[in-house]
T-cell receptor
Framework: AQSVTQPDIHITVSEGASLELRCNYSYGATPYLFWYVQSPGQGLQLLLKYFSGDTLVQGIKGFEAEFKRSQSSFNLRKPSVHWSDAAEYFCAVGAVGETSGSRLTFGEGTQLTVNP | NAGVTQTPKFQVLKTGQSMTLQCAQDMNHNSMYWYRQDPGMGLRLIYYSASEGTTDKGEVPNGYNVSRLNKREFSLRLESAAPSQTSVYFC??????????FGPGTRLTVT
């Protein structure tokens, strides 16, 4: 069964600092990988996704993530954080070849606080 | 194009009361899902519908029922609400899997 671990429950960074949010997954084959962001009181918005090809993927709002198969990781990065990036971030893994209706497994989430 | 819409946004129930959460999507997606979100637990799948006319249990189906009314609409029913069902509920849709498009959520409190 697939699983996702986000080791950091809460991260605090200063505005303008760089950011890395960790995500480790467990899956027997090549997964589909996602990062979603949830602002307070809102639904989840897709930041970026990896299906295949280039292991460094670019997303919206200046975020990027790198798929490292050897480390089973898909860490999210941003070079310079803005106060509006304060939110909760979820990593998710889905199965390659997954048919409609199959499950997408989410991590527990990482809450990001941005200090001025 | 509204995407995925959910009603209501907020609800307070007493233990034992029933209610139905409504979800609709206008993206012509085949699959629809209901998740619950609890602190420190991420999103857990309650039920899903791979296509119109089919529904299947997810990780945490107990205490819930669903109806896929048509391709657009997928409702979640709590027949006898319990405090353990206090949560934020998200509807999502997809075609094809695995990317999900999420609604804004329903915040439910059961007292």
């Amino acid at each position: 069964a697939q699983s996702v671990t986000q080791p950091d429950i809460h991260i605090t960074v200063s505005e303008g600092a760089s950011l890395e949010l960790r995500c480790n997954y467990s899956y027997g084959a090549t997964p589909y990988l996602f990062w979603y962001v949830q602002s307070p009181g809102q639904g989840l918005q897709l930041l970026l996704k990896y299906f295949s090809g280039d292991t460094l993927v670019q997303g919206i709002k200046g975020f990027e993530a790198e798929f490292k198969r050897s480390q089973s990781s898909f860490n999210l990065r941003k070079p310079s954080v803005h106060w509006s990036d304060a939110a909760e971030y979820f990593c998710a893994v889905g199965a390659v070849g997954e048919t409609s209706g199959s499950r997408l497994t989410f991590g527990e989430g990482t809450q990001l606080t941005v200090n001025p | 194009n509204a995407g995925v819409t959910q009603t209501p946004k907020f609800q307070v129930l007493k233990t034992g009361q029933s209610m139905t959460l409504q979800c609709a999507q206008d993206m012509n997606h085949n699959s629809m899902y209901w998740y619950r979100q609890d602190p420190g637990m991420g999103l857990r799948l309650i039920y899903y519908s791979a296509s119109e006319g089919t529904t299947d249990k997810g990780e945490v189906p107990n205490g819930y029922n669903v109806s896929r009314l048509n391709k657009r609409e997928f409702s979640l029913r709590l027949e006898s609400a319990a405090p353990s069902q206090t949560s934020v509920y998200f509807c999502a849709s997809s075609v094809p899997a695995p990317r999900r498009y999420f609604g804004p959520g329903t915040r439910l409190t059961v007292t």
